[in-house]
């Protein structure tokens, strides 16, 4: 299957800044790409979806001025959480889809926790 | 957000016994999608479905796109340890090429 890697795996930042998630699609080009978030024990939740060159389209109560998407490249997509809070402590994953291709394939997720 | 109804919640099985989880929703679902997640690690497809009524093996994992394309099922024959985890059922809304997912069934083998 396709390999998306995300980086950084874990990180641990302070109150009121920011921290940059990327998701790279390794082998393909990712047409879209999907970012969600998973509390300990809970399911995923989808936050937004972004298509490279345009905008992302953020799902209801996710704020898009925190949670900031760029999809620069068919490769490479980035989330960045804006002044966190120890709430948005979270585990966070991203997918990318091939077009033509159903199958979403999931990065290794980033734990985030904000102290 | 939307997710969707996935049952059991957990279970604890022994060795060798058959598992069986399913997921249902009042959508309509264009595809539908099967995964496996350990802790830590992001969720790893174990099987995708296309077509209403489609039923599709992975070794010991089977599992069947509904009629009405709105539930799906996984049964895993002759559980192992290795098969701990949580699954995680996902469908592509409609016309789009958003997942939703559901609940998540926290599967224990006990040896």
């Known amino acids: 299957g396709a390999v998306v890697s995300q980086h950084p795996s874990r990180v641990i930042c302070k109150s009121g800044t920011s921290v940059k998630i990327e998701c790279r699609s390794l082998?393909?080009?990712?047409?879209?790409m999907f970012w969600y978030r998973q509390f300990p024990k809970q399911s995923l939740m989808l936050m937004a979806t972004s298509n490279e060159g345009s905008k992302a389209t953020y799902e209801q109560g996710v704020e898009k001025d925190k949670f900031l998407i760029n999809h620069a490249s068919l490769t490479l997509s980035t989330l960045t959480v804006t002044s966190a809070h120890p709430e948005d402590s979270s585990f966070y994953i991203c997918?990318?889809?091939?077009?033509?291709?159903?199958?979403?394939?999931f990065g290794q997720g980033t734990r985030l926790t904000v102290v | 957000g939307q997710q969707l109804n996935q049952s059991p919640q957990s279970m604890f099985i022994q060795e060798g016994e058959d598992v069986s989880m399913n997921c249902t929703s009042s959508s309509i679902f264009n595809t539908w999608l099967w995964y496996k997640q350990e802790p830590g690690e992001g969720p790893v497809l174990l099987i995708a479905?296309?077509?209403?009524?489609e039923l599709t093996s992975n070794g010991r994992l089977t599992a069947q796109f509904g009629i009405t394309r709105k539930d799906s099922f996984l049964n895993i024959s002759a559980s192992i340890p290795s098969d701990v985890g949580i699954y995680f059922c996902a469908g592509q809304l409609w016309g789009t090429y958003k997942y939703i997912f559901g609940t998540g069934t926290r599967l224990k083998v006990l040896a």
């Open positions: 479905l296309y077509k209403a009524g």
């Open positions: 997918s990318a889809g091939l077009q033509g291709v159903t199958e979403a394939f």
């Open positions: 082998d393909f080009q990712a047409t879209t």
